[in-house]
């Protein structure tokens, strides 16, 4: 079954750190990849997406993704954090072919803290 | 920048009683969706819409659940015999079928079942 992991429940980095959150697909094509941010009690934000083409995405917020297909990977990364950025981070996917209206598949989040 | 809009923001229901979420998508997208985010979980698809039809969902979206466009604009879920499992934050979405689009979410709704 398609299904999107999300190895790291919660992750701790300094602010000014850099930042690199894990999210590995399964799926036999290439699927659509997102990620989208939520803060505490706050609706979902897109940061970034992925459909084809450069295999680096350049997102807001300075977030950037590559995508891996070797490892059927999409890890976001941010060079340098900044307390605002302390969210729930989740990673998605939507199967539905060259059309992105099909249902999108969340991973089950990465929490991330900031340390000052 | 058009946003898709959610009523009420929080609701508190009785177990047994019938709930209607509301959304206002996007005005010329095509395609709307629930989801729903159970307290520290991940968020779950339950049902999309298109074409006055449910085109697809999930096996959460029991005979419990529906759907509907009552006026062009609103698109609703209802809930028609709560249950304390169905204490969640719920997400409407729309998409406007658009080469490379994404789905437009909205702030969700907040529904504690008591």
């Known amino acids: 079954a398609q299904s999107v992991t999300q190895p790291d429940i919660h992750i701790t980095v300094s602010e000014g750190a850099s930042l690199e959150l894990r999210c590995n697909y399964s799926?036999?094509?290439?699927?659509?990849l997102f990620w989208y941010v939520q803060s505490p009690g706050q609706g979902l934000q897109l940061l970034l997406k992925?459909?084809?083409?450069?295999?680096l995405v350049q997102g807001i917020k300075g977030f950037e993704a590559e995508f891996k297909r070797s490892q059927s990977s999409f890890n976001l990364r941010k060079p340098s954090v900044h307390w605002s950025d302390a969210a729930e981070y989740f990673c998605?996917?939507?199967?539905?072919?060259?059309?992105?209206?099909?249902?999108?598949?969340f991973g089950s989040g990465t929490r991330l803290s900031i340390r000052p | 920048e058009p946003e898709v809009t959610q009523t009420p923001s929080h609701q508190v229901t009785q177990m047994g009683q019938e709930v209607i979420l509301r959304c206002v998508p996007i005005?010329?997208?095509?395609?709307f969706y629930w989801y729903r985010q159970i307290l520290g979980q991940k968020v779950e698809f339950l049902v999309s819409?298109?074409?006055?039809?449910?085109?697809?969902k999930s096996e959460i979206f029991d005979d419990q659940f529906s759907v509907e466009r009552p006026d062009g604009s609103n698109f609703t879920l209802k809930i028609r015999s709560t249950k304390l499992e169905d204490s969640a934050m719920y997400f409407c979405?729309?998409?406007?079928?658009?080469?490379?689009?994404?789905?437009?979410f909205g702030p969700g709704t907040r529904l504690l079942v008591l």
């Open positions: 992925y459909f084809s083409g450069d295999t």
């Open positions: 998605a996917v939507v199967l539905g072919g060259y059309s992105s209206a099909s249902k999108i598949i």
């Open positions: 979405a729309s998409y406007p079928e658009e080469v490379r689009g994404t789905q437009y």
């Open positions: 819409f298109y074409n006055n039809e449910i085109s697809e």
């Open positions: 005005s010329n997208h095509l395609y």
């Open positions: 799926y036999g094509a290439t699927p659509y």
